[in-house]
Nanobody, 118 residues
């Protein structure tokens, strides 16, 4: 059974930092592209960051570029999202996604809540 478990969400002041973690089980982690999405109340889910299975490529949305950093540890089956200079508009539920597109394998975690507020 595949599981993705996010952690690290919290209430933080504007300008603060958080590191989210997503630990996977039940899949060959190193073969998956890993992504972070977020969904704010009343808004659609949006892609925040992604990293290829080979660590060779990381991509970010314009909204977080320069502030967020994605990384992965294949030995620990964990992907991270380091979030710096947080803004109130970063408030959202953050979801981890594992994608092996050529096989049509697509898994999601249940999310971790990030609230940025003074």
């Amino acid at each position: 059974q595949v599981q993705l478990r996010e952690s690290g969400g919290d209430l933080v002041h504007p300008g603060g930092s958080l590191r989210l973690s997503c630990t996977a089980s039940g899949l060959t982690f190193s073969s998956y592209m890993m992504k972070w999405y977020r969904q704010a109340p009343g808004k659609e889910r949006e892609l925040v960051a992604s990293m290829s299975d080979t660590h060779s490529t990381a991509d970010y949305s314009d909204a977080v570029k320069g502030r967020f950093s994605i990384s992965r540890d294949n030995a620990r089956k964990t992907v991270y999202l380091q979030m710096n200079s947080l803004k109130p508009e970063d408030t959202a539920m953050y979801y981890c996604n594992a994608l092996w597109s050529s096989l049509g394998l697509d898994y999601w975690g249940n999310g971790t809540l990030v609230t940025v507020s003074s």
